[in-house]
């Protein structure tokens, strides 16, 4: 279950360049920082290859590779994208991070660490599970007036409901959107990651 929630919790909080590369290297760089802290804690203990040792050293070794290579791609996903990830990373970052927190042994943790992605999913339960429309792509809609994104709506792309029917799509983006206004997308996406950052922080 793990597996799967990682996978399609950064996949359906996606669509602003940069977000998906952003909100992995977070977690990555969070599961470092814990795993280098409990390192240094089992060096200073008499038994130093514990289990829980052992654990932190198998994420600390899968992770740093990975957060690296994130970070390199984040550089050409950022706004203007010159690399778009699509689904193809975000079922990769998803399941490198739930392999690593089964496997280390601290699945809660990374709950933990994913929050705004478990926010965006328990928010967007109403149009996954059919209680109101769901557009194919829920992304904040572009305003060429004030050029600037908007929090979207369920007929920005197509006619899916009638007019007095038209709600806005249920997404942590949107959410943001909202209480913030219209956003340029490198300003979005630079809050959403530090959302992301401060929820890992608050988390260890």
């Known amino acids: 279950l793990l597996a799967v929630f990682c996978t399609n919790a950064i996949n359906i909080y996606a669509g602003v ?3 998906e590369c952003g ?4 977690i990555a760089c969070a599961i470092l920082a814990m795993s280098a802290v409990e390192l240094a804690r ?3 203990e008499r038994d ?8 932190h050293l198998f994420a600390l070794t899968l992770t740093l590779p990975f957060a690296a290579t994130t970070l390199a791609l984040l550089k050409s996903n950022w706004f203007p994208a010159r690399v778009f990830v699509g689904d193809t990373f975000t079922n990769y970052a998803g399941m490198t991070l739930a392999v690593v927190a089964i496997l280390g042994h601290f699945p809660i943790m990374l709950m933990l660490l994913m929050l705004p992605q478990l926010a965006n999913f328990l928010l967007s339960i109403p149009q996954l599970f059919g209680l109101r429309p769901c557009p194919r792509h829920r992304l904040p809609s572009y305003d060429h007036a004030i050029g600037a994104l908007r929090a ?3 007929n920005d792309r197509a006619a899916l409901v009638p007019p007095d029917r038209d709600r806005l799509n249920l997404t942590l983006i949107n959410a943001a959107l909202v209480v913030c ?3 340029t ?17 608050a988390a260890l």
Do not use: H, M, R
Not at 23 to 26: D, E, N, V
Not at 189 to 199: E, G, I, K, P, R
């Open 23 to 26: 909100q992995t290297y977070a």
């Open 181 to 183: 206004g219209p956003l």
């Open 17 to 19: 360049n940069g977000l």
């Open 42 to 44: 089992a060096s200073d």
């Open 152 to 154: 979207s709506k369920i």
């Open 185 to 201: 997308e490198p300003a979005l996406a630079s809050l959403l990651v530090l959302l992301q950052f401060l929820a890992c922080a």
């Open 48 to 55: 130093s290859w514990s289990e829980a040792t052992k654990n």
